[in-house]
């Protein structure tokens, strides 16, 4: 990926970025394989961490799961629009991605998603307060445990819910001693450019 970057095809560039990204999914040491979403709630934006669960080069989408109560889904819901950042401290390499998202709940989406979760994933969403809420104290929740009561399993899957973004362009940064570069994709217009770092 380095010597990708230190040449000047854009081309090449955007392909092993999202490349990169698909191979993140499955790796959770992956640098990739957590990023930074932000959602605006009332003109202001929000930030959290979220893991990178799916991509799809093709379409230009990436996924996380989240809780249905959760504040994020309140923001989307008014102002779909979210973006992700990722950041890579070997490779110097930062991305910010602008997307429009879409929810996916008690949908076939969301099904293979639940389906394919492990238990432990599953065992997050089963806070009995609304993701955050003010409480008393933490909920602590066992997510090793193994005898679970279908109830609570079918309580969590009803929390459970997919969140689908669409990139409408990419911008990255690559820090690097030979020489500073920045890039933006525009998948609107499907022109790539340099930009001033």
Same mark, same amino acid.
């Given at each position: 990926?380095?010597?990708?970057?230190?040449?000047? #095809? %854009?081309?090449?560039?955007?392909?092993?970025?999202? %490349?990169?990204?698909?191979?993140?999914?499955?790796?959770?040491?992956? +640098?990739?394989?957590? $990023?930074?979403?932000?959602?605006?709630? *009332?003109?202001? +934006?929000?930030?959290?961490?979220?893991?990178? !669960? *799916?991509?799809?080069?093709?379409?230009?989408?990436? !996924?996380?799961?989240? #809780? &249905?109560?959760?504040?994020? &889904? /309140?923001?989307?819901?008014?102002?779909?629009?979210?973006?992700?950042?990722? @950041?890579?401290?070997?490779?110097?390499?930062?991305?910010? &991605?602008?997307?429009?998202? /879409?929810?996916?709940?008690?949908?076939? &989406?969301?099904?293979?998603?639940? *389906?394919?979760?492990? %238990?432990?994933?599953?065992?997050? @969403?089963?806070? =009995?307060?609304?993701?955050?809420?003010?409480?008393?104290? +933490? /909920?602590?929740?066992?997510?090793? =445990?193994?005898?679970?009561?279908?109830?609570? %399993?079918?309580?969590?899957?009803?929390?459970?819910?997919?969140?689908?973004?669409? $990139?409408?362009?990419?911008?990255?940064?690559?820090?690097?001693?030979?020489?500073?570069?920045?890039? @933006?994709?525009? @998948?609107?217009?499907?022109?790539?450019?340099?930009?001033?770092?």
């Amino acid at each position: 990926m380095r010597e990708t970057l230190l040449g000047n #095809d %854009l081309i090449e560039i955007e392909k092993q970025i999202w %490349l990169l990204l698909q191979q993140s999914v499955k790796t959770a040491k992956s +640098p990739f394989h957590q $990023a930074y979403v932000a959602t605006i709630n *009332n003109n202001f +934006p929000e930030q959290r961490t979220v893991v990178l !669960r *799916n991509i799809n080069i093709e379409e230009k989408k990436l !996924r996380f799961h989240t #809780d &249905i109560r959760s504040e994020k &889904i /309140e923001h989307l819901n008014h102002n779909n629009s979210l973006s992700w950042l990722f @950041y890579d401290a070997e490779l110097k390499l930062q991305l910010r &991605i602008y997307t429009k998202a /879409e929810i996916h709940y008690n949908d076939e &989406i969301a099904d293979i998603a639940w *389906n394919n979760s492990r %238990l432990a994933s599953k065992m997050c @969403y089963t806070t =009995q307060a609304k993701s955050g809420s003010f409480i008393a104290e +933490p /909920e602590i929740i066992d997510v090793n =445990q193994k005898d679970i009561e279908p109830e609570l %399993l079918h309580f969590a899957r009803k929390n459970f819910c997919i969140v689908e973004s669409k $990139a409408f362009a990419m911008d990255f940064v690559f820090l690097n001693a030979k020489g500073n570069k920045r890039g @933006y994709f525009d @998948y609107l217009t499907e022109d790539f450019h340099w930009r001033q770092i």
